[in-house]
């Protein structure tokens, strides 16, 4: 039986990737942070395991509960906007430290523990990321925080990927989705998104690993 973990699995587009591989016939374990979130994964017969990304000790639990496992797909999945702005505010420290804790360093806490698993398996490894984090490609700065925090997670999964031969590992952006981050006038539902980035993790070869692909077509990104 192949094995998903999905970490940030307590709603939206991870909580969809956790119930959709289940349903496929994987071996499912997923984090959430909240007891009740945990709850509804068990009772969809997913492993649950609690885990705040910003936590370090969670973090390092995570690592001890997955020691020897092997997995054939992770997706890193936790992440947060932060302050929705359209001119070049400065952001408050606590707004910058929240963005930049969960989007990018729980990456570099999380991301080498969970590497050697994948390797194991021999498996593919993703973070959902977006493309408001292209740089080359940039022609807005909204959100000028998120942006930044999902560069620089776009530069971890980068390094990543250099530390590896066995596993492939690539950076996922999954379209407007109709997730409480997207907001309801997005283009895709969040069923619809989980399926396009399942089946581009599937159709994933070697010479991809160290990517950055839109799953709505499958298309590379520049970074």
Known sequence: ??????????????????LQYKAAGWRVIATARQPEQLAQLQAAGCEALPLDVNKLNDCAGLGWRLDDEKIDIAILNAGVYGPHTSALNAPLQNQFDEVMHTNVLAAMRILPMVLPLVENAHGKLAVISSRMGAIASRSASQGWLYRASKAALNSVLKDVSLHTSKAICVALHPGWVKTDMGG?????????????IRKLLEGLQAEHNGGFFNAEDGASLCW
């Open 184 to 196: 309801a006038g997005a283009d895709l539902d969040i069923s619809d998104s989980a399926q396009r």
């Open 1 to 18: 039986m192949p094995v998903a973990l999905i970490i940030g699995a307590s709603r939206g587009i991870g909580h969809e990737l956790a």
